[in-house]
């Protein structure tokens, strides 16, 4: 099948809501979900579906934040570009991703804090460090909850929040630099920083300080995250340059399936290139079977922000086969999603004033409006 010539314009159009990018949105929190399973179970990858198939340090979790990141730097970079206004922008991003992490975080907090064994330690460790953690947008810092587990953390998946929004706000930044009107220099700066996922950058060797950790994050994610969000800010950027016909995508898939048969290591640079363009090959695309999303609320934050704390509360309670484990958290997951999108992230999204963007009567059609995510690897 040939692809739209129109495709890319078509996701441009204010409004529009693209029913591929929902429908991945919700695949790669479930992939989360499934490579966290035998994760937090077994205290290693060992029983990590990808890990086991291919022998690739990447998992399940690494491909499904891989591409929310993707996803992200693609539309907030179309965000920008549509209303160019720092406070606007600052607005739109906070009101999407802080009262679903917020009340993710308070939720977690205290149901874990109940159900889990440690609970009088857990309450007194609830300190400075803890809304530090929480005002950074990272993973909620309270002494270990699981005695004995490998991972005790109350939600270790959230550390990604922060990560993507700094990632926002290096979109600002480059936006109000004239950066962004020149995709060659996107493009240059995503590929110094993607040259991470080939070996070790330098500065992973030195000893960070501990406030800026805090501020900007640990070495290797910062460079591995920061790199997946440019490539798909230059899918946007690149995007009438890109051609999208079958024949590339097949010879994309089996570049990539090569690469992980022959040089594992590299396997997560091919599948943010590959997986990236046979991502937006699909996202291009006419699918009007797909039209019964239009009816789905976008729980896929959700999903994530609730499947490590559920996870790990069924593993202590039940301490059973991991599928299990993958599948009763996945439907009560679904469902929390759900709530949180109607409950919580739906009604702080009325919040916007209409001159920037009007909310519809029941689900998210601001293609401009990415759930965030994303995911641990």
């Not at 994530?304 to 202590?316: A, F, H, Q, R």
């Amino acid at each position: 099948m040939q692809s739209n010539p129109k495709g890319f314009e078509r996701l441009k159009r204010q409004g529009h809501r693209n029913h591929q990018f929902d429908l991945l949105r919700i695949f790669f929190a479930t992939l989360v979900l499934l490579s966290h399973a035998p994760e937090i179970t077994d205290g290693n990858s060992s029983r990590e579906l990808f890990h086991r198939l291919t022998g690739s340090p990447l998992t399940l979790g690494t491909i499904g934040v891989d591409g929310f990141f993707l996803l992200s730097g693609y539309l907030i970079v179309q965000s920008w570009l549509a209303d160019p206004h720092l406070l606007n922008f600052l607005r739109k991003r906070v009101l999407r991703i802080v009262p679903g992490y917020v009340v993710a975080v308070i939720v977690s907090t205290l149901v874990v804090g109940l159900l889990a064994p440690g609970i009088p330690r857990f309450f007194q460790g609830i300190d400075v460090h803890f809304l530090n953690s929480v005002a950074l947008l990272g993973s909620p810092a309270t002494p270990p909850v699981f005695p004995g587990r490998p991972y005790a953390a109350v939600n270790g998946a959230l550390y990604t929040i922060a990560y993507e929004f700094r990632c926002y706000l290096l979109v600002a930044f480059l936006g109000l630099c004239g950066v962004l009107r020149r995709p060659a220099i996107v493009l240059a700066l995503a590929f110094a920083f993607l040259s991470s996922l080939l070996y070790v950058p330098p500065f992973d060797r030195l000893d960070w300080p501990r406030h800026v950790v805090a501020l900007v994050g640990q070495p290797s994610a910062v460079f591995r995250l920061t790199a997946v969000y440019l490539i798909g800010c230059c899918f946007f950027l690149l995007r009438g340059k890109i051609r999208f016909r079958p024949s590339y995508g097949l010879a994309t898939t089996a570049l990539v399936i090569v690469c992980f048969v022959f040089a594992p290591s590299r396997g997560e640079l091919a599948m943010v290139l590959g997986g990236g363009y046979l991502m937006f090959y699909i996202g291009q695309m006419e699918l009007s079977w797909l039209s019964w999303m239009s009816h789905v609320p976008d729980i896929s934050y959700g999903i994530y922000l609730y499947g490590w704390p559920v996870e790990s509360l069924w593993i202590w309670f039940h301490r059973g086969s991991p599928w299990i484990t993958f599948l009763a958290s996945t439907f009560i997951c679904f469902g929390l999603g759900w709530l949180s999108w109607h409950l919580v992230e739906r009604p702080a999204l009325a919040l916007k004033r209409k001159s920037v963007s009007r909310l519809p009567p029941r689900t998210l059609t601001d293609a401009n409006i990415v759930s965030s995510v994303p995911g641990t690897h």
